[in-house]
Every structure is written in C-alpha cells, then in structure tokens.
C-alpha cells in the first residue's frame, strides 16, 4: 500500500463512519479540485453512487465557468444538489463592496446555515485539508459546532491512532473532514492517478492559472505556464506561493479565515 492508498483508505473509512453516525448528512461540493476529489471517494466508498444530497452555496458571484462545470457534473453523476442563495442578503444589497469578510458571512456562512436549518442536518462534510490555511490545521476529522455551527478552536479534543469521537451531544452539528491528511500536490497525484476530470480553470492559459476557486470579485490567477496535471506537480514542488495567495478574503486580515470559520464558514 502507498502512499496514496493509505490516504484514499483513510478517507474512505472516515466517509462510511460518519454515514453510519448521521442519519441527517450532506456534503459541501465547491466544484474545486478538493471537494471533487472527496466526491470521487464518496463514490468509491459507497459503490458508485453518493448516498447524501451534496450542497453547493451559490453566492450568485461565481466564476461562471464553475456553475456549468457544476450542472455539467451533476447531470452526468446523477446527483442529488442542493443549491443554496441567500436572496434576502442580495435584496439588501450585499456583494464585496460591503467588505469581502462581510459578504463572505453573509452569502456563504449565512447561507450555509440556513440550509442547516431547512434541512435539519446533523453533520456535513466537507473537503477541506490541513496544510491549505492555517485555521484549518487546527481541525479534527470529526469537528463539534453549536447549534449555530459555530466553532470553538480552542477547545479541539485530540484524535489519536486514528480514534475518532463520533459520540456528540443532542442538537449539536458536527463538521466532517476526510481529507484533513492530504495535501495539494496529493490532491494532484490522486487526480492523476485516479484520471479525476477537473475543471479546465486550473490549468494555464495566457501565463496564468487558478490554485484556488471562488467567487469571481476576489479569486485571481496566480502565473504559471502549467497545462498538464504533471506540470501543476512539478510547479507545486517547486514554488514558495501559497496556495490561496489568489484569494482576497486572505490578504484583508491576517486572520480572515479563523474569524470566519469560528462563525460557520466551510
């Protein structure tokens, strides 16, 4: 078994786990490179099909590409989305002139809630990896939040030998992260080895490319000349840049992303 397998394993086994736990579970799919990774797990570990309703949070600023990359996808894999626009927050006027950290809550940590609450999920899961950003390395695979899915970073049980607490008190949430181990360039190896179709934003054009998707006001290309998957390896192995350096929700506050992610952000 290698490396890769070790991962795919581990993943696979934390899916079922919390599928076997939850009876009210869904999982957040981006149309990133992760969370299309850990949906071709789902399918793995489930024998081809995603037995939970998969949610994408629409903030209407996407990069359009990403939307028909995403009803491409789910037409062809037959799944259940969910799609999710916090309306209320665009009558009143909210977009990245408010302040990117402002509408990052409101049309993606208050949205994401109000799904919670309509469909009374217990657990979500979701892509997210250790070594893309700093709050997230302060994660567990199976990661208590409040009623308000509200996270406590401080108080984070430890999770050794692979020994998971799935034992949570009633009415509280529960964030699940497979992919907590991996890292980008396994993401890539993975995507490689496994032939996982991706959308074409990642790979150049014109001397740039995307390391990182979101909505289209704030995510910029980093340069690179990488087209294939071997070249975005071969650049990863080499380069300083960090992986959301394309991200401006990161660059308005050194701690952007735990302030966020301490209110119910992905």
């Given at each position: 078994m290698d490396h890769l397998d070790r991962l795919e394993a581990e993943s696979i086994y934390i899916l079922r786990e919390a599928y076997?736990?939850?009876?009210?579970?869904?999982?957040?799919?981006?149309?990133?490179?992760?969370?299309?990774?850990?949906?071709?797990?789902?399918k793995k570990a489930f024998f081809g099909h995603c037995p939970f309703p998969l949610i994408h949070i629409d903030t209407t600023y996407k990069i359009p590409e990403m939307i028909?990359?995403?009803?491409?996808?789910?037409?062809e894999y037959n799944l259940d989305l969910i799609v999710h626009?916090?309306?209320?927050?665009?009558?009143?006027?909210?977009?990245?002139e408010k302040g990117r950290l402002v509408c990052c809550k409101a049309l993606k940590t208050d949205a994401?809630?109000?799904?919670?609450?309509?469909?009374?999920f217990e657990a979500l899961i979701l892509g997210i990896?250790?070594?893309?950003?700093?709050?997230?390395?302060?994660?567990?695979?199976f990661s208590l939040r409040n009623?308000?899915?509200?996270?406590?970073?401080?108080?984070?049980?430890?999770?050794?030998?692979?020994?998971?607490?799935?034992?949570?008190?009633?009415?509280?949430?529960?964030?699940?992260?497979?992919?907590?181990?991996?890292?980008?360039?396994?993401?890539?190896?993975?995507?490689?080895?496994?032939?996982?179709p991706v959308i074409d934003l990642y790979f150049a054009k014109n001397g740039k490319r995307y390391r990182s998707l979101g909505c289209a006001?704030?995510?910029?290309?980093?340069?690179?000349?990488?087209?294939?998957?071997?070249?975005?390896?071969?650049?990863?192995?080499?380069?300083?840049?960090?992986e959301r350096a394309g991200r401006?929700?990161?660059?308005?506050?050194a701690y952007a992303m735990q302030k966020l992610r301490k209110e119910g952000y992905m």
């Amino acid at each position: 078994m290698d490396h890769l397998d070790r991962l795919e394993a581990e993943s696979i086994y934390i899916l079922r786990e919390a599928y076997s736990k939850f009876s009210k579970i869904a999982m957040l799919w981006s149309i990133g490179k992760d969370s299309t990774v850990l949906l071709w797990l789902v399918k793995k570990a489930f024998f081809g099909h995603c037995p939970f309703p998969l949610i994408h949070i629409d903030t209407t600023y996407k990069i359009p590409e990403m939307i028909k990359y995403r009803d491409k996808l789910a037409k062809e894999y037959n799944l259940d989305l969910i799609v999710h626009i916090n309306e209320e927050a665009l009558k009143q006027g909210m977009g990245p002139e408010k302040g990117r950290l402002v509408c990052c809550k409101a049309l993606k940590t208050d949205a994401l809630q109000q799904v919670i609450n309509k469909y009374k999920f217990e657990a979500l899961i979701l892509g997210i990896r250790r070594d893309e950003e700093g709050s997230r390395s302060k994660e567990r695979f199976f990661s208590l939040r409040n009623e308000d899915s509200e996270w406590d970073y401080t108080n984070q049980p430890p999770e050794f030998w692979n020994q998971f607490n799935t034992d949570f008190p009633k009415g509280s949430h529960v964030r699940v992260h497979p992919l907590l181990n991996w890292t980008e360039i396994d993401i890539w190896m993975y995507i490689k080895r496994e032939n996982i179709p991706v959308i074409d934003l990642y790979f150049a054009k014109n001397g740039k490319r995307y390391r990182s998707l979101g909505c289209a006001p704030c995510t910029f290309p980093v340069e690179s000349n990488a087209t294939t998957i071997d070249e975005i390896i071969e650049e990863l192995k080499n380069t300083k840049i960090n992986e959301r350096a394309g991200r401006a929700q990161d660059q308005e506050d050194a701690y952007a992303m735990q302030k966020l992610r301490k209110e119910g952000y992905m």
